[in-house]
């Protein structure tokens, strides 16, 4: 079983107008945590997201249209965005591309440039059919082939499930003795070296400690008091 890691970019900026809505409104697309293309032509779709709960649902006011329904859940270190809605023809033929050559992506698929909805995405597959499918894949999308290879599932580690921003951050902290006893370096000092705030580097520390302790111990608490749901129209 072979996997290829590319990078996806729309010519236009956007694979659906609510990616443009979102930047139109400080919005920071960080990662698609799942996508599924059904049976009736519509997506689902789960996405992590940095921005204000307003502005956010402000963005998907604009593209009502395209969408069915939506439910917004504040998590730790963001936001989690799912939605069902009518997809462009450019999403409908990436999807239907990965049915067609019986191609599974790895999830998360990261935004690597959210200014443009440049998308990071590892496909897992035979190498043949990786191949086809790039020569197929529909106009409007530039595609960069980073690295074919051998997949192995048991590589998958929490620290390969996290977003790259994420993985350079808990790397710098380890490497600097941030979780020595006592500890050798500060928040502060990790940022310097990132170029970003103490504040960052904390909340992704935090982020990073809760999900792994909620992978290892599993809590089994209901999160459903930190969920809103809005029909859309409503204000």
Known sequence: MRYGTFVLTPDRGWFHPKE???????????????ITLLADGTVVLLNELNGPTESILDALGETEDDMIDYQLTDTDDGKLLRCHFHPTELVDSL????????????????????????????????????????????????VDLLRIGTYDPESKTLFSG?????????????????YEIPREVTCEEIAAELDCSAGTVAEHLQAIESQFVTEIVPAGYDTTARESMRPLGST
């Open 20 to 34: 443009a809505a979102f930047r139109d409104h400080d919005v920071t697309m960080v990662a698609i945590r799942n």
């Open 95 to 142: 999807l239907t591309l990965l049915e067609e050559f019986a191609v599974l992506p790895e999830y998360p698929l990261e935004f690597v440039d959210p200014a443009q909805s440049s998308l990071k995405l590892t496909l897992i597959a035979e190498e043949a059919a990786l191949r086809e499918m790039i020569d197929v894949i529909p106009g409007g999308v530039s």
């Open 162 to 178: 996290l977003t790259e921003r994420k993985r350079e951050v808990v790397r710098e902290a380890v490497e600097k003795g941030y």
